[in-house]
Structures are given as C-alpha cells and as structure tokens.
C-alpha cells in the first residue's frame, strides 16, 4: 500500500546540517500519520519528528529547535532538516507512515517509538563526527 525510499544521510561535522528526504508511494489520507526515528547502535528506536497531514508536528525533546520536520504540496515527499548536528544525533534514521490513526491524534506522537506505524523505510545513516 504504501512505500518509503529514504535519501540523504552521510556524515557531518557537529554544528552542521543536513536534510533527509523520504519519498513515499501510495496514498496517504487525513488520518494518517508521518515521521522520522532513529535508531543508534545498541539502542532502542526512539521517535524524532512526527506530523500529520494538515502540518501539525511534534517533536522529542532532543531536537526541538534544531530539526523541523515538513511535506511536499502534493504529500510524496517527507523532509526532516537538521541543524545544529551533534555526536548524540547519530543513527540511522528511518521514514515511517501510520496510515490510519483513528484515535484522533494520540497515536501520532514521538513517544510511543513508532510502535504504532506499519509502513517503514529501508533506512539512511547519519553520522555526525566532532
């Protein structure tokens, strides 16, 4: 139904920037849900930006004010810019979709790990040198 191809990743000095995009095929609809997680070595997937689709986004902690998660017009291609790169900010990240969120908003959270999205890239890595 749904797939995601991640592009972007690579390595940076701390301080810098770069941006992630994830182009998605298939059709998302007013319900669903999108976001970005990470994933480090030996550590658990952790939530980073999510959004749905009328622009509504929340952030963890970690990255509020230095990443900003966004859309395209036409809804085929979800963006994460990130600034103010740190060492800490290196994994893999992946785009996901929550197709259908039926509890009004609860479920499109980074705080529940992306436990609820059935629809996963492949992956892009981040690598952030100090």
């Known amino acids: 139904q749904v797939q995601l191809v991640e592009s972007g990743g690579g390595s940076v000095q701390s301080g810098g920037s770069l941006e992630l995009s994830c182009a998605i095929s298939g059709n998302t609809n007013e319900d669903s849900c999108l976001g970005w997680f990470r994933q480090a070595p030996g550590k658990e997937r952790e939530g980073v930006a999510v959004?749905?689709?009328?622009?509504?986004?929340t952030y963890a902690d970690s990255v509020k004010g230095r990443f900003t998660i966004s859309q395209d017009g036409a809804k085929k291609t979800l963006f994460l810019h990130m600034g103010s790169l740190k060492p800490e900010d290196t994994a893999t990240y992946y785009c996901?979709?929550?197709?259908?969120?039926?509890?009004?908003?609860?479920?499109?959270?980074?705080?529940?790990?992306?436990?609820?999205?059935?629809?996963w890239g492949q992956g892009t890595q981040v690598a952030v040198s100090s």
């Open positions: 996901a979709v929550l197709l259908w969120d039926l509890t009004g908003g609860s479920h499109c959270v980074t705080s529940r790990g992306g436990i609820d999205f059935g629809f």
């Open positions: 959004t749905n689709t009328r622009g509504r986004a």
